[in-house]
Structures are given as C-alpha cells and as structure tokens.
C-alpha cells in the first residue's frame, strides 16, 4: 500500500505520493510547448508495408493523448476524493463490528488501487507525448525496431513491438 500526503497546489489540494511532485497534467496545464505541430510526420517509423504518417493521423494521435491524460487526471482527482472521504470515515467507526470494519478497508485498497492504475496510465501518457514530440515515438524499447503505425494508433502509450511484447508476457 502507498501512503499519501498533502500537497498544496495554487489552485486546489490534492492527495500526492511522497517525493512526487504534481505533472503539468495535474495541475491543469496539459498543453504542451512543442504540440503536434512540431511533429514531422516523416519522421515517425513505420514498418514494412505500411503507409507513413500523415500531418491528420499524428494530430490526432496528439490530441488522443491529451484527451486520456485529462480523462485519468479526473479519474485519479476523484479517487484522491473517495480516498479522503474514506479516511474520514473510518475514524467515526466506534460501534463497527468486524465485518463493517472489513468493508471499509477493502473499499481504501480498492480507491488505491485504481488511483494507482491510472497514476501509472498517466505517466505512460505522458511519456508517450513526450516521445512523439521529441524523439523515440515509434520504436521499440527492446530491439529498436519500428512498433508499427496501427498498433501505435491502437494503442498510443505502447513501448514495445508485438514480437517483443510477446517475449515480455511469456516471462
């Protein structure tokens, strides 16, 4: 289990992981200086076979991305809510029995967790805008071939080819 603390922000107060600082998502600032603009869509790899990106699909890509990071900001904001309001909770609990007290701890570990899920969906997103506004987009982690332009559009955070993805999950 992860403990939280509190951090003030400028604009609201929000549960933060120790030795974490707040993203520019977090802090409502998902716009980013280099944008899809800056992106040569040339540049981008593509495998064998397939057509090269266009300056439509590599906006679209970008704008995916900012939709999800503000999407799981929102999702971790409310769980961040449920989590406090749960901790709120379980100081009042004279007079729970054993099961009541069960059920308020699974609820914690469950508001945890998917404020963790989507903690981690958020970096990869945005580790995912940031390679395809700077370098690496595209390319596999693993053996530094191209990933490929449809499972890239299918699924913009990934790091890996399927060949290697494959290798990874058999481990």
Known sequence: MTTTARRKNTTDTALVAPGRTRTPAQSGAVARSGGAESVDPATLPVRTGEDP?????VHELHAEL???????QNEIDAAEAAITGLMRDSNDGAGDDQVDAGTKNISRESELALANNARDSLAQAERALARLEGVGFGVCESCGQAIGKARMQAFPRATLCVQCKAKQERR
């Open 53 to 57: 990106w266009t300056s439509e699909e």
């Open 66 to 72: 900012i939709s999800d990071m503000e999407r799981l």
